[in-house]
């Protein structure tokens, strides 16, 4: 039986879109899975568009097609505060010097299309680049994700014992604290030692969702 924590923390990375399996032989931990960049190892984000002219990124905005002002917003229905009669928001590549942006032709197809990021245009792909290094190649990385939860765990150097063993390079320890009753914060760290202080430890996210941003 896996713990409720391991379980419902495994979920939080699924939905996050990252590949999670249970080993049979360990009850401490679950595997994670994610494509990363194969020259520097920074993570590749499969959901991550980038414009095909330019290879910039997807930052889910609405850009002005009159004035160029951008909004992050769920929907182009609000109008830009420009009020010009032609305005529209598009999800525009955001480099200035990109072609959709400079040249005309492909400046009014790319507003035809909504954009070069909206979800039916043929003006982005998924990502083709290492975004830190710019690296075509990319492979898939594994490492244990393991979990300490201060109202199971009530002493860290016995946790420590426990797990040392088979922590291995790359491995990330989750911790979990309890504020009060409905109020957790998060804190991960990627190296385990025996003398590591555990009240010292600075709790920074407030939600497993921005944890796991922080890991991926
Ligand atoms: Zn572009
Ligand atoms: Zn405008
Ligand atoms: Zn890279």
């Not at 996050?16 to 994610?34: A, G, H, L, Q, S």
């Not at 960049?37 to 609405?62: M, R």
């Amino acid at each position: 039986m896996k713990s409720k924590d391991i379980k419902s923390i495994a979920y939080a990375f699924i939905s996050e879109d990252v590949n999670v399996y249970f080993p049979d032989n360990d009850e401490d931990c679950f595997i994670v899975e994610k494509l990363v960049c194969a020259a520097c190892k920074a993570f590749w984000h499969t959901s991550l568009n980038e414009c095909y002219f330019c290879g910039e990124i997807n930052y889910y905005l609405y850009v002005c097609t009159s004035c160029g002002k951008k909004y992050s917003i769920t929907n182009s229905t609000i109008k830009c505060s420009c009020k010009d009669s032609e305005s529209k928001l598009i999800k525009a590549c955001v480099n200035k010097e990109c072609l959709t942006n400079t040249d005309d032709v492909l400046k009014s197809f790319s507003i035809t299309e909504k954009g070069v990021f909206d979800l039916d245009s043929s003006q982005s792909l998924s990502q083709m680049y290492c975004i830190k290094c710019g690296s075509p190649e990319n492979t898939y990385r594994s490492f244990k994700i393991f979990v300490f939860n201060d109202n199971e765990e009530t002493n860290f150097k016995d946790y420590y014992l426990r797990i040392n063993s088979y922590f291995d390079f790359g491995d990330i320890l989750i911790l979990k604290k309890h504020i009060d009753i409905n109020e957790l914060v998060y804190a991960f760290i990627t190296e385990l030692t025996s003398d590591l202080k555990i009240d010292q430890i600075e709790y920074k996210y407030s939600s497993m969702s921005k944890l796991i941003k922080n890991i991926i």
